[in-house]
T-cell receptor, first 115, second 116 residues
Framework: SQQGEEDPQALSIQEGENATMNCSYK?????LQWYRQNSGRGLVHLIL?????REKHSGRLRVTLDTSKKSSSLLITASRAADTASYFC???????????????FGQGTILTVHP | SAVISQKPSRDICQRGTSLTIQCQVD?????MFWYRQQPGQSLTLIAT?????????ESGFVIDKFPISRPNLTFSTLTVSNMSPEDSSIYLC?????????????FGSGTQLSVL
């Protein structure tokens, strides 16, 4: 399997519900990041969690990281129709060293939030 | 936050031709990268654009097919050469800002390329 696998591949929920996406990776990492992509255009950075962190919050986003299981999850609470997008995890593989920005992206989760 | 201007936003090209994509960043950056996103797929790193020297290509990508220039800190081009329908993808420019704590990437809006 590839570095940065995500599940589910697609998620369909109603507005107001929570959305949880999971990401698994294979190598040691410096940090793990989540990005959002609308309609196949440019990606927007959402949140970054470092390898020595276990949980991080930003607004309605909550990210967890379990380095022992090499997995992460992104929770979007109280979802809105505007959250409809593709979400990608990305790992920075240079564990313990300087980040060179060469990220490896997961396959992504397509989230659809119905009004 | 850095703003990245990428153009063209989309193009339809004939087999065998070449297309050059431009990427302009509005602030000083350290690293610039080019990614490819094939239809329905994730992003794959093509290369790191190095200022004033040859780009560093990832496995499976070669300079003859994807020549890259970066004449200064804030500008880079990617050329897709001798195109075939398999090159139909979204091509994305990205950049990393200065500072060891700034590990996130900024992305251009992408170039959607269709090759007939």
């Amino acid at each position: 399997s590839q570095q940065g696998e995500e599940d589910p591949q697609a998620l369909s929920i109603q507005e107001g519900e929570n959305a949880t996406m999971n990401c698994s990776y294979k190598t040691s990492i410096n940090n793990l990041q989540w990005y959002r992509q609308n309609s196949g255009r440019g990606l927007v950075h959402l949140i970054l969690i470092r390898s020595n962190e276990r949980e991080k919050h930003s607004g309605r986003l909550r990210v967890t990281l379990d380095t022992s299981k090499k997995s992460s999850s992104l929770l979007i609470t109280a979802s809105r129709a505007a959250d409809t997008a593709s979400y990608f995890c990305a790992t920075d593989p240079n564990a313990g060293g300087t980040s060179y920005g060469k990220l490896t992206f997961g396959q992504g989760t397509i989230l659809t939030v119905h009004p | 936050s850095a703003v990245i201007s990428q153009k063209p936003s989309r193009d339809i090209c004939q087999r065998g031709t070449s297309l050059t994509i431009q990427c302009q960043v509005d602030s000083q950056v350290t690293m610039m990268f080019w990614y490819r996103q094939q239809p329905g797929q994730s992003l794959t790193l093509i290369a790191t654009a190095n200022q004033g020297s040859e780009a560093t290509y990832e496995s499976g990508f070669v300079i003859d097919k994807f020549p890259i220039s970066r004449p200064n800190l804030t500008f880079s081009t990617l050329t897709v050469s001798n195109m075939s329908p398999e090159d139909s993808s979204i091509y994305l420019c990205s950049a990393k800002r200065r500072g060891t704590t700034n590990e996130k990437l900024f992305f251009g809006s992408g170039t959607q390329l269709s090759v007939l």
